[in-house]
């Protein structure tokens, strides 16, 4: 069975743009989670998804959304980037909500977004 | 609020020689507790997680983990340290419920092993 797939695996961006980072969850799974792993913060909790509703959010700004498509696929966006923004963004998959049971998340490899 | 604690942001360890890796939580309810590995450029790789039962959990890649609900502690354990097992360790808290956060890491500890 195929992992956790991210696209694109890196990104360079200027200040004030926006991105979208995609993930492919495992075959099965129907719960999505973000993270953001960076140096000084480490791996932080950005959001849950579960049939297409946002179900958990972690402390980041509005500018960090994100959305989940019929078919589990996810997108994460990112609008008016800040130098700060610069991370390894992960995706996790897991059959249902992370929280519930016995679940267990599995990382994709991440996208490593740099913002000049 | 939950947390992770790892209290060791890096550790020497010559390959052959036993290792552990130190995981403090603090969590209200029952927690879900994870070791992950990360080698450079990668994403995180699942070495064991405890949900519940017999407390000593075993894991891949020989690792195994002690789980004490007195101490708040689920420390990370290997017998034999290979050069291959340098990489970055990350211990994790989640919720047993529903309407969890997420998981949450600890800050991570850098293991190196000298030949």
């Known amino acids: 069975k195929a992992g956790v797939t991210q696209t694109p695996r890196y990104l360079i961006k200027t200040r004030g743009q926006q991105v979208t980072l995609s993930c492919s969850p495992i075959?099965?799974?129907?719960?999505v989670s973000w993270y953001q792993q960076t140096p000084g913060q480490g791996l932080q909790f950005l959001f849950e998804y579960f049939s297409e509703t946002q179900r958990n959010k972690g402390n980041f700004p509005g500018r960090f959304s994100g959305r989940q498509f019929s078919n589990s696929r996810s997108e994460m966006n990112v609008s008016t980037l800040e130098l700060g923004d610069s991370a390894l963004y992960l995706c996790a998959s897991s059959l249902e909500l992370a929280g519930f049971g016995t679940d267990t998340q599995y990382f994709g490899p991440g996208t490593r977004l740099t913002v000049l | 609020a939950q947390s992770v604690t790892q209290p060791d942001i890096h550790i020497t360890v010559s390959e052959g020689a036993s290792l552990e890796l130190r995981c403090n939580y603090s969590y209200g309810a029952t927690p879900y507790l994870f070791w992950y590995v990360q080698s450079p450029g990668q994403g995180l790789q699942l070495l064991l997680k405890?949900?519940?039962?017999?407390?000593l959990v075993q894991g891949i890649k020989g690792f195994e983990a002690e789980f004490k609900r007195s101490q708040s502690s689920f420390n990370l354990r290997k017998p034999s340290v290979h050069w291959s097992d340098a990489a970055e360790y990350f211990c994790?808290?989640?919720?047993?419920?529903?309407?969890?956060?997420?998981?949450?890491f600890g800050k991570g500890t850098h293991l190196i092993i000298q030949p």
């Open positions: 405890y949900f519940s039962g017999d407390t």
């Open positions: 994790a808290v989640g919720g047993a419920g529903g309407g969890a956060d997420g998981l949450t």
């Open positions: 075959s099965g799974h129907r719960s």
